[in-house]
């Protein structure tokens, strides 16, 4: 899921219109000499146990059950970076204009939500920009185990147990 939300963010900041090549690492974000720029910096993963199930048909029709063992959050950070203001604010908008409210990963929806975003000027920030914007953006995926269904031709059922019943109800 990491490296697929990576790529997914890497794609939707050329689509929305960064010329130069994003970067991925602080290290080489803080070397850069450019006034253009963009980032995809990953911040943090967090895990949640869940165990929801979901009842799905594969690809053969055959019934299978899927469970939600753990909530797993990503977060991203986006950094655009401009000469001006307004360069920046359009390149910030049409970024979230690019984001899907959600992808396929490995066959599940991982809802897309962008979070907080900061403004700096050159005097705050460690970029050549003269204005940069940081945004967080949590992917809202999850940890799943399948099982299949036993089929009822494979379950014994023991009859004592049955006897039993019919006799304490009266039948």
């Known amino acids: ?24 690492s602080l290290k080489k974000l803080r070397a850069s000499q450019e006034s253009h720029i963009g980032a995809v910096l990953f911040d943090e993963e967090s895990f949640t146990r869940n165990g929801s199930k979901t009842i799905y048909k594969d690809e053969r029709g055959d019934r299978k059950k899927r469970r939600k063992v753990f909530d797993r959050n990503l977060t991203f950070d986006i950094i655009i970076g401009e000469y001006t ?9 049409s970024f979230l204009l690019c984001l899907d409210k959600g ?20 005097d705050d920030s460690i970029l050549k920009a003269k204005i940069a914007v940081q945004l967080k953006v949590r992917f809202e995926g999850g940890i799943y185990k399948d099982t299949g269904f036993a089929n009822v031709k494979d379950v014994a059922v023991d009859s004592v147990e049955i006897d039993r019943k019919e006799n304490e109800d009266g039948k």
């Open 1 to 24: 899921m990491f490296q697929q939300c990576k790529e997914y963010l890497l794609v939707k900041l050329k689509e929305a219109g960064l010329k130069t090549q994003p970067y991925t």
């Open 85 to 93: 203001q307004d360069k920046a604010e359009e390149l910030f908008e």
């Open 103 to 122: 992808m396929m990963v490995n066959g599940n929806y991982v809802p897309i939500e962008p979070e907080t975003a900061e403004w700096v000027d050159e």
